[in-house]
């Protein structure tokens, strides 16, 4: 099965990242997306981040009536902080009957080769690539990529996060239930 990887902090999810994943699910070769929630991604500052089972249970609510999305945690037993590769070949040893390929948008497209072990997982995996405004996509690396047209939404988890802390409305930006357990648990009011 062939399985993307859409890896992020997911803080909050919000359904631009739906409308992408439904996107890549209808329109390439992708069977299964599975949104691996980072702990602690090496380049964002960690003191900025929700409580990360907070932020796994917000996109297992998010996904939970989609049986071609699924919630991933496989990063909470890896060393800190997560490094793509890592978990690339972590997956790869666990479930060998899986072809697995990766999701990003053009801005993380961008830093690809700064990451660790950047020349192995261009080798070795296909990237589907969707355009964020501002960030073309230059291939540079000579890197296996689909470019995915997905629909383009100016929405952002760093202004959905604002909007709640100014006591604005987030409706529509994020899946209803999401909204329910943010504002059950008092999400982002205070900054995270």
């Known amino acids: 099965m062939k399985i993307g990887l859409y890896f992020g902090s997911f803080n909050p999810i919000h359904v631009g990242h739906l409308i992408i994943a439904n996107h890549l699910l209808n329109e390439t070769d992708i069977e299964k997306i599975w949104f691996v929630v980072s702990p602690q991604n090496p380049f964002k500052n960690q ?4 409580n990360e089972y907070h932020r796994l249970h917000l996109v297992q ?17 890896l060393p800190r902080p997560s ?3 890592d978990t690339l070949t972590y997956l790869q040893e666990k479930y060998p ?11 993380s497209f961008q830093n690809l080769g700064k ?8 080798a070795n995996y296909q990237v589907y690539v969707y355009r964020r405004p501002g960030f073309e996509v230059e291939n540079d690396l000579k890197t296996n990529i689909v470019i995915a047209d997905a629909p383009l939404l100016q929405i ?11 006591g604005k409305s987030v409706r529509y930006m994020l899946p209803d239930k999401v909204l329910e357990e943010i504002e059950k648990g008092g999400y982002y009011k205070n900054g995270k």
């Not at 003191?47 to 929700?50: D, E, M, P, Q, V």
């Not at 990451?115 to 261009?122: L, M, Q, R, T, V």
């Not at 952002?156 to 100014?166: D, M």
């Open 61 to 77: 609510v998010a996904t939970e009536n989609d049986n071609r999305i699924k919630a991933s945690d496989i990063e909470f037993g």
């Open 156 to 166: 952002s988890a760093t202004h959905i996060r604002e909007c709640i802390q100014q």
């Open 83 to 85: 490094y793509t590769v």
């Open 115 to 122: 990451w660790k072990n950047a020349a192995f997982i261009i």
């Open 97 to 107: 009957e899986n072809e697995f390929c990766l999701i990003m948008g053009s801005d």
């Open 47 to 50: 003191s900025a981040l929700l």
